[in-house]
T-cell receptor, first 113, second 112 residues
Framework: KNQVEQSPQSLIILEGKNCTLQ??????????LRWYKQDTGRGPVSLTI?????NTKSNGRYTATLDADTKQSSLHITASQLSDSASYIC????????????FGGGTRVLVKP | DVKVTQSSRYLVKRTGEKVFLECVQD?????MFWYRQDPGLGLRLIYF???????EKGDIPEGYSVSREKKERFSLILESASTNQTSMYLC???????????FGSGTRLTVV
């Protein structure tokens, strides 16, 4: 069964600090992995998308890594800002009809001043 | 930028009512999707559509139907709303053979 597990479920960090979110998956055959940011009451917004051959991708202060051998990904937030407070969702796509997505449960990040 | 618009941010409906959730995208995307999002369960696919008048069941289609009469519009229908359908509903679209999905802002439906 395709699964995506994220950790931690939630974390609190101080403004200006860095943090790293983890994503482990068992989706097969792997197509791509995305990280989304979802503000409360809003739809997810894409941060990064990585295919099998990519092992790192950045979007401003967000840097995602992918280890396709161990089936792990991480999202690193540098110099956090209050606006980074959101849920971060790891989504893995399998090669199948419709490029089916498997969603992780998300990590809720709260940045405090 | 691609825009996916969901007609309502918040809806309150009574048990047994027929409910229509509308989603419109402005970039001529072939593929459109309906998800529901619940705490602890993440996003789950209800239905998706590859093209006009085409639809495929997702992981949790029971209690739902969909309509795709025009390419830009994908409607989710709750034939007889029940309290366990209280949830956040998210619509998404993407072109074929492209990885990126664009999500709407969501509709928070409460069935009382």
């Amino acid at each position: 069964k395709n699964q995506v597990e994220q950790s931690p479920q939630s974390l609190i960090i101080l403004e200006g600090k860095n943090c790293t979110l983890q994503c482990n998956y068992t989706v097969s055959p792997f197509s791509n992995l995305r990280w989304y940011k979802q503000d409360t009451g809003r739809g997810p917004v894409s941060l990064t998308i990585m295919t099998f051959s990519e092992n790192t991708k950045s979007n401003g202060r967000y840097t995602a890594t992918l280890d396709a051998d161990t089936k792990q990904s991480s999202l690193h937030i540098t110099a956090s800002q209050l606006s980074d407070s959101a849920s971060y969702i790891c989504v893995v796509s399998a090669y199948a009809a419709g490029n089916k997505l498997t969603f992780g449960g998300g990590t809720r990040v709260l940045v405090k001043p | 930028d691609v825009k996916v618009t969901q007609s309502s941010r918040y809806l309150v409906k009574r048990t047994g009512e027929k409910v229509f959730l509308e989603c419109v995208q402005d970039m001529d995307h072939e593929n459109m999707f309906w998800y529901r999002q619940d705490p602890g369960l993440g996003l789950r696919l209800i239905y998706f559509s590859y093209d006009v008048k085409m639809k495929e069941k997702g992981d949790i289609p029971e209690g739902y139907s969909v309509s795709r009469e025009k390419k830009e519009r994908f409607s989710l229908i709750l034939e007889s709303a029940s309290t366990n359908q209280t949830s956040m509903y998210l619509c998404a679209s993407r072109p074929p053979m492209v990885y990126g999905y664009t999500f709407g802002s969501g509709t928070r439906l409460t069935v009382v």
